[in-house]
């Protein structure tokens, strides 16, 4: 699968888009996935663009729990600009890497098998890199296999990214307990006195920046509030990652210092302590990215469903539909139907584990087939065996996803 730079914007025209997706996949029968060639490869370049937007040489690590296709996965990670993949477990890590010569695992693991089979095996130990935020993930590794008999380990260390307002409190996601330049440094210290510990990167994820929209959908008040948020938020940790990279090059040789993602690639690439962003979200496209001011990803990825039923002359169901995206529980994690237009939910059934009724639906009849956009970005593939490729008016490839190659990690 090329990805080079397309010439059309398709996905702009609505009325053209998804008829040619529906006649393209005629022959499918529901539920299906797609991605359209042409707006990957818009998004795979356009954040190539927005990293440059700002001077910044960063390279873009391939965050594979926003993908879940490994052909496509492989596909990105080939194209120039793009170094390597940001794993969500260590047994998905080791299962990439028999293709891909760089993945890191941006979670802790405590998977004894699989630190088993990594420590046993030198050229996998040289393709993959651990996450650790503390002694105890060390002390589990040597639990499992000793220094003397095994390889080298690779390991991340994580710096806390989230952001402690005094007005709004804690802001960011609840990951590393390494906040500090002086912790990072100790940790470093004792990873690098460890035998059988190779501490070779840094990462910090800057999730309220990152992956928080500033503009969200009839909100305008707050989301005044989260772009002032974000402006702080990255002026504070701009400063401290700085510091805590030069702390820890104070006793290790880092090859990589990983931050960000698809929200954050302009202010993330812009500090010089960074040397690369992990984003995949923006690759697909999912509708919580349409709620962003800076960027808007074309929406590659897809699922169609199929109408079965007509309780009423205005009411179409389709069959399935409850493809809800994690997070905190609203009406901005159920998936979106994008075509027909104007389709809506009814509010006190949604989107359901085995039907999902629409009202506004008076031109459907029974066999047609509807449009949804998934929230987040690589979940939609755990309820797909496989998704086709589309350009233009046909499908070019087919690639299996996750669960189709019979791996369901998480």
């Known amino acids: 699968m090329r990805l080079d730079r397309p010439s059309a914007t398709p996905w702009t025209n609505p009325g053209e888009y998804w008829p040619a997706l529906t006649a393209a996949t005629a022959g499918l029968d529901t539920p299906f996935g797609v991605l359209s060639l042409p707006a990957l490869a818009h998004n795979v370049h356009d954040m190539l663009d927005r990293r440059s937007t700002t001077g910044g040489t960063t390279t873009i690590r391939v965050a594979s729990k926003s993908l879940r296709v490994r052909g496509a996965i492989e596909a990105i990670e080939a194209v120039p600009g793009y170094h390597g993949v940001l794993a969500y477990t260590l047994p998905e890590a080791l299962w990439l890497a028999e293709t891909i010569r760089d993945v890191v695992v941006g979670y802790p693991s405590v998977d004894r098998s699989a630190i088993r089979r990594l420590g046993s095996d030198a050229a996998l130990a040289a393709r993959v890199t651990i996450m650790v935020d503390s002694v105890a993930q060390l002390d589990l590794v040597d639990s499992?296999?000793?220094?003397?008999?095994?390889?080298?380990?690779?390991?991340?260390?994580?710096?806390?990214?989230?952001?402690?307002?005094?007005?709004?409190?804690?802001?960011?996601t609840w990951r590393s307990p390494v906040r500090t330049a002086v912790q990072a440094r100790e940790l470093a210290q004792a990873i690098v006195e460890r035998p059988g510990f190779v501490l070779v990167g840094l990462m910090a994820y800057e999730g309220q920046i990152a992956g928080t929209v500033d503009?969200?959908?009839?909100?305008?008040?707050?989301?005044?509030?989260?772009?002032?948020?974000?402006?702080?938020?990255?002026?504070?940790?701009?400063?401290?990652?700085?510091?805590?990279?030069?702390?820890?090059?104070?006793?290790?040789?880092?090859?990589?210092?990983?931050?960000?993602?698809?929200?954050?690639?302009?202010?993330?690439?812009?500090?010089?302590?960074?040397?690369?962003?992990?984003?995949?979200?923006?690759?697909?496209?999912?509708?919580?990215?349409?709620?962003?001011?800076?960027?808007?990803?074309?929406?590659?990825?897809?699922?169609?469903?199929?109408?079965?039923?007509?309780?009423?002359?205005?009411?179409?169901?389709?069959?399935?539909?409850?493809?809800?995206?994690?997070?905190p529980p609203a009406v901005d994690r159920m998936p979106l139907a994008v075509w027909p237009e104007g389709l809506r939910m009814i509010p006190r059934e949604m989107a359901g584990e085995v039907q999902t009724p629409l009202s506004h639906a008076s031109t459907l009849e029974v066999g047609n087939r509807v449009w949804f956009r998934h929230t987040k970005a690589g979940e939609f593939a755990e309820h797909l065996n496989e998704v086709a490729i589309v350009d233009g008016d046909r499908i070019v490839d087919t690639l299996p996803t996750y669960r189709g190659e019979g791996k369901a990690w998480l």
């Open 215 to 327: 503009r969200p959908e009839g909100r305008p008040a707050y989301g005044a509030v989260v772009r002032w948020m974000q402006r702080r938020s990255a002026a504070e940790l701009a400063a401290r990652r700085a510091d805590a990279v030069a702390a820890v090059r104070e006793v290790a040789d880092l090859e990589f210092v990983n931050g960000g993602g698809t929200g954050s690639i302009e202010s993330t690439s812009a500090e010089s302590a960074v040397t690369e962003i992990a984003a995949g979200s923006g690759l697909f496209g999912p509708h919580l990215f349409d709620h962003y001011s800076g960027f808007s990803p074309a929406p590659a990825a897809a699922f169609a469903l199929s109408v079965v039923r007509k309780p009423t002359s205005d009411i179409a169901t389709v069959l399935g539909g409850g493809w809800i995206a994690s997070g």
């Open 144 to 172: 499992v296999l000793a220094p003397g008999k095994r390889a080298d380990i690779r390991v991340c260390l994580e710096l806390d990214a989230s952001w402690d307002s005094r007005m709004l409190g804690h802001i960011g």
